[in-house]
């Protein structure tokens, strides 16, 4: 089945050092592949996600490529902030679009000033 | 703020308990997922409605049961509870169908002692 594999945190960088979170995955035809982030005490956002193969989705700063030769969607971010400390998901879907996402477990960020 | 919202934020209850979580999607939205979160098996997916109708079954247990209301609302019956039920239980809405993202309510804790 489809599964998605991060590396394990805890990750603690100091502030505007430079991020990279990894992910590959393991699915069946061609997935949507998406980044997500959880602050403390609440729900998870959508941060970012691609949709095809060599699509590279941004937002905040943050960026991640989705490359199918090596099936992966490593996260970066140039120059982190304290604000940037939070835990992060990996996820695809399978279906298209946001139904039925298999999430990796996460990866928490702490940023220090 | 998501625009999802989950009652109530915390439950404490004992085993062999039954509790209703409680989920209002976003003004709009259409589908609505429920999602568990434990520390050892992560994000799952349990199951999500799209207008009212069943549109997709996860890792969902036998003892859970979800519907969602002509108002679109949903909710997440949780019955014969067991001390591994504890878990951050989510509830996330999209549009529709398509690839429009997911958002997250703040969860509802739920205890089993």
């Known amino acids: 089945g489809n599964s998605v594999t991060q590396m394990e945190g805890p990750v603690t960088l100091s502030e505007e050092a430079f991020l990279t979170i990894n992910c590959t995955y393991t699915a069946t035809g061609y997935p949507s592949l998406f980044w997500y982030v959880q602050y403390p005490g609440e729900g998870l956002q959508l941060l970012l996600k691609?949709?095809?193969?060599?699509d590279k989705g941004s937002n905040k700063g943050f960026e991640a490529t989705y490359r199918k030769e090596t099936t992966s969607f490593h996260l970066e971010k140039g120059s982190v902030q304290v604000s940037d400390s939070a835990v992060y998901f990996c996820?695809?879907?399978?279906?298209?679009?946001?139904?039925?996402?298999?999430f990796g477990k996460g990866t928490k960020l702490t940023v220090n000033p | 703020d998501s625009g999802v919202t989950q009652t109530p934020k915390h439950l404490i209850t004992a085993t062999g308990q039954r509790v209703t979580l409680r989920c209002s999607p976003r003004?709009?939205?259409?589908?609505v997922y429920w999602y568990q979160q434990s520390l050892d098996q992560g994000l799952q997916f349990l199951i999500q409605y799209y207008n009212g109708e069943e549109r997709a079954k996860g890792n969902i247990l036998e003892r859970f049961s979800a519907q969602q209301f002509p108002d679109l609302h949903s909710e997440l019956n949780l019955s014969s509870l067991e001390l591994g039920d504890s878990a951050l239980y989510f509830c996330?809405?999209?549009?529709?169908?398509?690839?429009?993202?997911?958002?997250f309510g703040n969860g509802t804790r739920l205890t089993v002692t």
């Open positions: 691609a949709t095809k193969a060599d």
């Open positions: 996330a809405s999209s549009v529709g169908l398509d690839n429009s993202p997911l958002h």
């Open positions: 003004s709009g939205d259409l589908s």
């Open positions: 996820a695809l879907s399978d279906q298209g679009g946001s139904e039925k996402l298999v």
